[in-house]
């Protein structure tokens, strides 16, 4: 249960991060960067592999990077400014 939590609370974090580097985190809110996270995790660890620092099971750089590119697309279709 705890696992689940702590996978919660890193997927939001890397979320909030890939959103700041986007330049559309303040538009985003906590679930949006829940989701943004997640996806962005398993579009990294499946584009760059599992590399660098490991926490709740998720590659950080990899999730990161492939949040911000979750976060860039759905941004250039949604067409929010």
Do not use: K
Request: hydrophobic share 60%; glycine share 20%.
């Amino acid at each position: 249960m705890f696992h689940w939590i702590w996978v919660l609370i890193v997927g939001a974090v890397i979320g909030a991060i890939a959103g700041g580097i986007t330049g559309r985190g303040n538009r985003m809110g906590c679930v949006t960067n829940i989701l943004a996270g997640l996806l962005g995790a398993g579009v990294g660890q499946a584009l760059f592999g599992h590399w660098g620092w490991h926490v709740a099971g998720m590659a950080v750089f990899p999730a990161v990077i492939g949040a911000v590119i979750v976060v860039a697309v759905v941004s250039f279709f949604v067409g929010r400014d």
